[in-house]
């Protein structure tokens, strides 16, 4: 069965600082899609990034990248510059013939 | 455009009493997910439509959840009656079409059994 890990229940860091969140999976597909969303207090949730399992290249968008290393399983989150506003609950999410999302990070910056 | 609408934002219930929530997707969204997130854990999918028609609701407890897409656009999901561990927040989310594209969610209701 696949499944989404995410290991650091809570991180911090300093603004203006890089933080990276941490995420694996399990799966015997090799066909799939990852993505990070991010939940902030109001709840709404937002798509951070997201990575297709057949591209090699990792996606980027602005200061937000992953490293994704998919035969380790990996697909870790890169903040760069962080910004107060980048304080939320960060859920890896995977999507194959099912849809997982793991159980979450909460990501505190302090100013 | 205008985003994924729930209603309403909170509610509160006593156990064995129902309850229904409402989703308005994104205009032209085929897709609808209804999730549930307890506290502190992720959300999971409780069902899937694709327009008016059910994709996936093998992790809704059918016993007492129940959904509904009529017409392909608006739904319901509806708890009776409800237990204390339903307690969470339910979270509505649209796409065009398949998951990849990745959701659009809803602002959810928080639900409380008491």
């Known amino acids: 069965a696949q499944t989404v890990t995410q290991s650091q229940p809570e991180m911090s860091v300093q603004e203006a600082e890089t933080v990276t969140l941490s995420c694996t999976y399990d799966?015997?597909?090799?066909?799939?899609?990852l993505f990070w969303y991010k939940q902030p207090p109001s709840r709404q949730m937002i798509l951070v990034i997201r990575?297709?399992?057949?591209?090699?290249q990792n996606a980027t968008e602005n200061r937000f990248s992953v490293n994704f290393q998919k035969a380790a399983k990996s697909f870790s989150l890169k903040i760069s510059d962080s910004q107060l506003g980048d304080a939320a609950m960060y859920f890896c999410?995977?999507?194959?013939?099912?849809?997982?999302f793991g159980t979450g990070t909460s990501l505190t910056v302090i100013p | 455009e205008a985003g994924v609408a729930q209603s309403p934002r909170y509610k509160i219930i006593e156990k064995r009493q129902s309850v229904a929530f409402w989703c308005n997707p994104i205009s032209g969204h085929a897709t609808l997910y209804w999730y549930q997130q307890i506290l502190g854990q992720g959300p999971k999918l409780l069902i899937q439509f694709q327009n008016n028609g059910v994709v996936d609701d093998s992790q809704l407890p059918k016993d007492r959840f129940s959904a509904e897409r009529l017409k392909g656009v608006d739904s319901t999901l509806k708890i009776q009656p409800a237990k204390l561990e339903d307690s969470a927040v339910y979270l509505c989310?649209?796409?065009?079409?398949?998951?990849?594209?990745?959701?659009?969610f809803g602002s959810g209701t928080r639900l409380t059994v008491v």
């Open positions: 990575q297709e399992a057949y591209k090699q």
């Open positions: 989310a649209s796409s065009v079409t398949e998951l990849r594209d990745g959701y659009t």
């Open positions: 999410a995977y999507d194959g013939n099912q849809f997982y």
């Open positions: 799966t015997s597909e090799s066909d799939y899609y």
